[in-house]
């Protein structure tokens, strides 16, 4: 059986899910397939505390697809950014500077989320559009692209026949392959684990990046938890290193966790399971094809640093809804889909060598070369217009290379 519909996405991670939210609010025709069901609920096996901050330019997407106001009360705002650098000999503080929101705006730089509970949001979305048919259980498995429309055939039998196929299948993308879209990859040897902590001392809405050799060691706020302040943590390091205390005595990790924060917030105790997973840097080679268009991991991978991975992700999402409400009869077309590689490659491109600049000084294990790190921190820091510019860039309300 074969059936049609204006946009057949692939993945049901949340971009794949925004993706959905977004095209079916703006009252095209979709269906999103996943094999994986997703998890919506922090009690459900396979869930875990990693979380995503929403920066400003996400915001605007996530309310034209009609899920910010039910998100919002779960978020914690990020009033500010501050970088410390431990690069020193004995591993403490010996820079700490912070980037504030008000410097550039009067809104915060964004939200910190939790992402299951970003899935459950925009899941329930999903059940509430009439123009969304979400299919978790089911994956998409072969392309067969054509001037007029794609067909993409489904684990389960069906064919679709569709005028878009957005491929959000993350960074082993069969639909990338299926287009025959290359990929250009990194590998730092690095793993990161992502967690929740609790602490004494209140976060007050400060995101703290710690800068060590191996890699940051990031706190993020979140919502209280059992009446205790409460953060994510990602903590990137050499893979070995990691490996080892992703199943490390509890004590042991929530003292080596405490020392490595530099104490900002008192003693950590662990709140949640631990996750880990590889570090890498990827770009594909286009972000478009014959009827295909990539977005989020399928297109791009960075270290988790800055909150750049999902925000690009959205700005990927955001730019071809804008492409498709222009002109809805070209939907799919040559013209929109090269308009849109256009629009996002350069600007994805010059986001992932800078983040890979970033954690490659992260890695850094030089004195010289720790000594440059914290040096560069307090030079952005103190030169006004230059601090002012970097924080617009990182929030994705410049371009880069944007004129001021």
């Known amino acids: 059986m074969t059936e049609t519909c204006d946009i057949l996405i692939s993945g049901g991670g949340i971009a794949g899910l925004a993706a959905a939210a977004a095209f079916g609010s703006a009252g095209f025709s979709v269906i999103c397939v996943d094999p994986a069901p997703p998890i919506t609920d922090c009690d459900t096996d396979g869930a875990n505390m990693r979380t995503t901050a929403m920066l400003r330019p996400a915001r605007d997407l996530l309310q034209a697809a009609g899920v910010w106001e039910a998100l919002a009360p779960h978020g914690a705002a990020l009033e500010v950014m501050q970088i410390v650098d431990a690069g020193g000999s004995d591993g403490t503080a010996r820079t700490a500077k912070a980037f504030r929101a008000s410097d550039v705006s009067d809104l915060p730089f964004g939200w910190n989320f939790q992402n299951w509970r970003l899935r459950q949001v925009l899941v329930a979305r999903l059940e509430a559009l009439e123009t969304v048919d979400f299919r978790p259980g089911v994956g998409a498995e ?85 009446d205790q302040p409460c953060s994510a943590v990602v903590w990137m390091d050499d893979g070995p290193k990691s490996l080892a205390r992703h199943t490390a005595d509890i004590a042991a990790f929530e003292n080596e966790m405490t020392a490595r924060s530099c104490g900002v917030l008192g003693p950590l105790t662990l709140a949640s399971p631990r996750s880990i997973w590889p570090i890498i840097s990827q770009r594909a080679e286009r972000f478009a094809g014959e009827r295909i268009a990539l977005v989020a991991e399928a297109a791009h991978v960075v270290p988790p640093i800055g909150a750049q991975g999902l925000n690009m992700s959205l700005a990927d999402i955001a730019t071809l809804l804008e492409l498709a409400q222009a002109q809805p009869d070209a939907l799919g077309s040559a013209e929109m889909l090269e308009a849109y590689h256009k629009a996002r490659f350069a600007d994805v491109s010059l986001r992932v060598a800078g983040s890979d600049l970033l954690n490659r000084t992260s890695q850094a294990s030089a004195p010289w070369m720790r000594d440059a790190r914290a040096f560069g921190v307090r030079a952005l820091h103190e030169v006004a217009p230059v601090r002012r510019t970097l924080m617009q860039l990182g929030l994705g309300t410049r371009k880069v290379g944007q004129a001021r």
């Open 142 to 226: 072969t392309l067969l692209p054509r001037t007029a429309a794609a067909r993409v055939g489904l684990s389960d039998g069906t064919r679709i026949r569709t005028r878009l196929v957005i491929a959000a299948d993350g960074r082993t993308s069969p639909m990338r392959a299926a287009a025959g879209i290359g990929v250009q990859t990194r590998r730092y040897g690095q793993k990161a684990l992502a967690f929740a902590v609790t602490h004494p001392t209140p976060h007050d809405n400060v995101s703290t990046e710690v800068h060590q050799t191996g890699g940051p060691f990031t706190l993020v706020p979140l919502p209280d938890h059992q």
